[in-house]
C-alpha cells in the first residue's frame, strides 16, 4: 500500500503544530533546524523537504539570513476557526459551499499546467484514496493529499493558501459516520470520473467533475438546500 513519505508526514506534523495546537502562530519564526529536527526525531535533510512542502503550500516562508516564519497569512485561517473542528451542520455546509468557489477552477487549471509528474502524483493519490476505501480504512489523509496534489499542480500561490478549507473539509466529512458508506461510494465514481478527465488534460471536463463531486457530496450530506 503506498503512504505518505517520510517528509509529508513530518509536513502534516508542522502542520498541527500551527493549527491544531498553535504552538507556532502566523509571523512566529520556527526553531533552528538542529532543534526543531531533534525534537522530531528527524534529519535535518528531512525537515528541509518538509519545510519545503509548506512553503509550496503558503504555510511557511523562508528568508534567508533570518529563517523560517509562519506566514502571516495563516491568521486569517486560525482566526475564523478552521482549526477547531465541531462538527455542526451549517460549519460543514459552509465550508463545502467555499469548495464549490474555487475547486472546481482548481481542477481545470490543474489540467492546463501540471506537469507530468505532478500529473502522475494526482492519478497515485486517487488511487490510494480507492484502496483505503476499499480496505474500510481510514481514508482522511489519502483523500486531503488528492485534492491538495491537484491544488499544488494548479501553480497558484494564492490558491495554495486555501488548502487548510479543503483539508478541513474532508476531515470533519469523513467524520460524520451515519454517512460513510454513500459517501464512499460517491468518491470512487466521481474521483474515477475526474482522475479521466485529468489524465486527459480536458479542463472543462475536470471542473464539471469536480463540481459534480462536490454536489453530490452535498446532496448525501443534507446540504444543499
Do not use: W
Amino acid at each position: 500500500m503506498m503512504r505518505k513519505d517520510l517528509p509529508h508526514q513530518v509536513a502534516d506534523s508542522l502542520y498541527k503544530m500551527i493549527a491544531d495546537t498553535q504552538e507556532f502562530r502566523p509571523g512566529d519564526k520556527l526553531p533552528g533546524e538542529n532543534t526543531l529536527s531533534d525534537r522530531l526525531g528527524i534529519s535535518r535533510s528531512t525537515l528541509r523537504e518538509a519545510i519545503k512542502v509548506l512553503c509550496s503550500q503558503g504555510v511557511l516562508e523562508v528568508y534567508r539570513g533570518k529563517g523560517t516564519f509562519v506566514s502571516e497569512s495563516m491568521e486569517s485561517f486560525i482566526s475564523f476557526g478552521l482549526d477547531e473542528l465541531d462538527l455542526n451542520r451549517s460549519r460543514v455546509k459552509d465550508l463545502f459551499e467555499a469548495r464549490l468557489l474555487f475547486e472546481p477552477q482548481l481542477a481545470a487549471m490543474a489540467c492546463q499546467r501540471a506537469t507530468d509528474e505532478e500529473l502522475g502524483a494526482i492519478m497515485e493519490a486517487g488511487k490510494l484514496v480507492e484502496e483505503q476505501i476499499r480496505l474500510h480504512a481510514d481514508r482522511t489523509s489519502a483523500d486531503q493529499e488528492f485534492h491538495q496534489r491537484i491544488a499544488v499542480a494548479s501553480h497558484n500561490r494564492f490558491m495554495l493558501q486555501l488548502l487548510p478549507i479543503i483539508h478541513s473539509a474532508v476531515s470533519e466529512t469523513i467524520m460524520l459516520n451515519e454517512h460513510q458508506e454513500l459517501l464512499s461510494d460517491i468518491t470512487l465514481r466521481d474521483h474515477a470520473l475526474l482522475m479521466d478527465f485529468l489524465g486527459k488534460r480536458d479542463a472543462f471536463g475536470a471542473e464539471a467533475a469536480m463540481r459534480i463531486h462536490l454536489r453530490s457530496a452535498m446532496n448525501a450530506l443534507a446540504l444543499a438546500k
